[in-house]
T-cell receptor, first 115, second 114 residues
Framework: NAGVTQTPKFQVLKTGQSMTLQCAQDMNHEYMSWYRQDPGMGLRLIHYSVGAGITDQGEVPNGYNVSRSTTEDFPLRLLSAAPSQTSVYFC??????????????FGSGTRLTVV | AQKITQTQPGMFVQEKEAVTLDCTYDTSDPSYGLFWYKQPSSGEMIFLIYQGSYDQQNATEGRYSLNFQKARKSANLVISASQLGDSAMYFCAMRGAAGNKLTFGGGTRVLVKP
């Protein structure tokens, strides 16, 4: 059971380049989300999805794009990388039940540096 | 909008002693939940404990307990019998009624001294 898998673990980009951070989960969770963590700070929500074909913006969505064509995958696209996007990116999947049980699983993170 | 505040940027604790990490929150959702995560220097997010807004009793998980005071909108984490391996960043986070995303506080860095 792999949980949430993020690739790559490390990436260096030049300003203006584009790239996609991959996120896959094998737990059949309905919800998935992307967060960024800047040095010494908590995680901030970029985009999230409540199911295949449904996405919405979080707190800091500018410069990022997402889509969710399947339950398992939720890629994050950087359209034109900027130094301000240097950060650690976490993908998470989650579920909720009518019994009020909530579970969140985080990937191991992608450390992105934009030069 | 939801907000989580952790007012202690860092703290030292002696090994084998207990430590309390503060977390206050603000939300208009009648149904919500509070999480605590540990982030060691390796960077992964480790789930510690969860408290739902309608839970009658305070949550406990091994050495971790959550002091939930709904009227004060606080959800403090208590770590008993601190160990050297408890040295890490600790984050308080909240889910709203929809449960599909989390709002995080700024974190508290804990350093356990031998």
């Amino acid at each position: 059971n792999a949980g949430v898998t993020q690739t790559p673990k490390f990436q260096v980009l030049k300003t203006g380049q584009s790239m996609t951070l991959q996120c896959a989960q094998d737990m059949n969770h309905e919800y998935m989300s992307w967060y960024r963590q800047d040095p010494g700070m908590g995680l901030r929500l970029i985009h999230y999805s409540v199911g295949a074909g449904i996405t919405d913006q979080g707190e800091v969505p500018n410069g990022y794009n997402v889509s969710r064509s399947t339950t398992e995958d939720f890629p994050l696209r950087l359209l034109s990388a900027a130094p301000s996007q240097t950060s650690v990116y976490f993908c998470a999947s989650s579920y909720s039940t009518y019994a009020g049980i909530y579970g969140y699983t985080f990937g191991s993170g992608t450390r992105l540096t934009v030069v | 909008a939801q907000k989580i505040t952790q007012t202690q940027p860092g703290m030292f604790v002696q090994e084998k002693e207990a430590v309390t990490l503060d977390c206050t929150y603000d939300t208009s959702d009648p149904s919500y939940g509070l999480f605590w995560y540990k982030q060691p220097s390796s960077g992964e997010m480790i789930f510690l404990i969860y408290q739902g807004s309608y839970d009658q009793q305070n949550a406990t998980e091994g050495r971790y307990s959550l002091n939930f005071q709904k009227a004060r909108k606080s959800a403090n984490l208590v770590i008993s019998a601190s160990q050297l391996g408890d040295s890490a960043m600790y984050f308080c986070a909240m889910r709203g009624a929809a449960g599909n995303k989390l709002t995080f506080g700024g974190g508290t860095r804990v350093l356990v001294k031998p």
